[in-house]
């Protein structure tokens, strides 16, 4: 397998509300990390899954329009639910959507889960995080390693089925043999830091990463739900392009 996913309740919160899906021979995969009280976080970001399922199977090449879509479509069926069960209210969920097709990775992201390309040894956030201490950063305000343990580094400020800003980054970035993607939910990026996982990725196999990284998010406290996918492109040729 070129593909592997965990996800874990951490070791202080007693639901999961992370939900993950790959299909490796679509090359679909999409990490989510819910929040809402009353069950409705995981109710929310199996609602993200859905539709990104739903699209994949729909259709063979990913587009920007459709990817666009599926993260609209999610977010007002969000909404929606949310309108007809009160309980769900102020339900919401992180969606990093990822989709390969002929050396690019087409990805759309909202919210605070990512997506890191390890090439040649070098770890690289392809997402930008869409939370109130990655504008802080962003704007000089404080600095990465403060941002760590921000008190309101919990606030993100782009999320589907919120009234607020829904609106994803699209981008499409090529992809290479030997790459190796991962998607995490802040469960893991906000307990290990970028060079252990760096350090982690550059050994062994994606299996055995995967379960270091769990561990290691674990060991850190599991403050949080933690779930990563890990993909490693073992395309042999690179594509052409034309
Ligand atoms: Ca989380």
Known sequence: MAATLRTHVGKVRKQ????????EKLAVFAVADGMGGHQAGEVASMMAIDAVQKMAKANSEPGIALMRDTVRR???????HANRNPACAGM??????????KGYMYIAHVGDS???RMRDGVLEQITEDHSLVAEFVRNGLITPEE???HPRRNIITRALGTAGDCEPDI?????QPGD?????SDGLSGMVEDAEIERVLSRGSIDKAADTLLKLALRAGGRDN???ILYKDEEAQPWNRD
């Open 114 to 116: 990512r997506i890191y």
């Open 16 to 23: 999961n509300e992370d939900a993950a899906w790959f299909d």
């Open 74 to 80: 999610a977010h007002e069926a969000m909404i929606e």
């Open 92 to 101: 919401g969920t992180t969606l990093s959507l990822m989709w390969k097709r």
């Open 171 to 175: 981008l499409a970035t090529d992809t």
């Open 180 to 184: 190796i993607w991962l998607l995490c």
């Open 147 to 149: 941002a760590r343990v």
């Open 226 to 228: 933690i779930t990563l």
